[in-house]
T-cell receptor, first 114, second 113 residues
Framework: GDSVTQMEGPVTLSEEAFLTINCTYTATGYPSLFWYVQYPGEGLQLLLK?????DKGSNKGFEATYRKETTSFHLEKGSVQVSDSAVYFC?????????????FGQGTTLQVKP | NAGVTQTPKFQVLKTGQSMTLQCAQDMNHEYMSWYRQDPGMGLRLIHY???????DQGEVPNGYNVSRSTTEDFPLRLLSAAPSQTSVYFCASASGRGQETQYFGPGTRLLVL
């Protein structure tokens, strides 16, 4: 079945460091791909998305490129801030069917220290 | 707009008790869903609905019931709580049949003793 695998955390970085969180997926066809962020005590918020191969999603300085050849959707940010500390989830949504079901990775905790 | 709201924020139950987790949205979204979040497992779909009167099972539906009598509300019922249902529950909604961006509520943390 479809699945998403993320790098295990926690990831601890100093402020202004470069961030990469790896995400790879297994799916039939060409799913839509998402990054969601969960700040402490809150629900999930959509951070960015890409719906077809080679699309780049971007938001708040974060970027991710849909790579069909490597089935990856790695999240990057050039200079992290303390306020970026959160849990990041990679997810996919299969095109087949109308369930709207999102399949999530296990989440990666990011801690940014001043 | 309040977006997606969930009540209660936190609940403690004893094994065998029943309860209903409430979810409401004010965006006139047709699609609503329930997920549970467990450590190291991401979120897993419990049930979903593509409109009033229509519900279907997700990945982990056992032990949970849902109904959708109105567009706005999508309650999740635990008929006989078990410790394995200790989790954080998130409700989400989207326009259309779920192919658009999904908006999540703040979650309900449930502890079953």
């Amino acid at each position: 079945g479809d699945s998403v695998t993320q790098m295990e955390g926690p990831v601890t970085l100093s402020e202004e460091a470069f961030l990469t969180i790896n995400c790879t997926y297994t799916a039939t066809g060409y799913p839509s791909l998402f990054w969601y962020v969960q700040y402490p005590g809150e629900g999930l918020q959509l951070l960015l998305k890409a719906t077809k191969a080679d699309d780049k999603g971007s938001n708040k300085g974060f970027e991710a490129t849909y790579r069909k050849e490597t089935t990856s959707f790695h999240l990057e940010k050039g200079s992290v801030q303390v306020s970026d500390s959160a849990v990041y989830f990679c997810a996919l949504r299969a095109l087949a069917g109308n369930t709207g079901k999102l399949i999530f990775g296990q989440g990666t905790t990011l801690q940014v220290k001043p | 707009n309040a977006g997606v709201t969930q009540t209660p924020k936190f609940q403690v139950l004893k094994t065998g008790q029943s309860m209903t987790l409430q979810c409401a949205q004010d965006m006139n979204h047709e699609y609503m869903s329930w997920y549970r979040q467990d450590p190291g497992m991401g979120l897993r779909l419990i049930h979903y609905s593509v409109g009033a009167g229509i519900t279907d099972q997700g990945e982990v539906p056992n032990g949970y019931n849902v109904s959708r009598s109105t567009t706005e509300d999508f309650p999740l019922r635990l008929l006989s709580a078990a410790p394995s249902q200790t989790s954080v529950y998130f409700c989400a909604s989207a326009s259309g049949r779920g192919q658009e961006t999904q908006y999540f509520g703040p979650g309900t943390r449930l502890l079953v003793l």
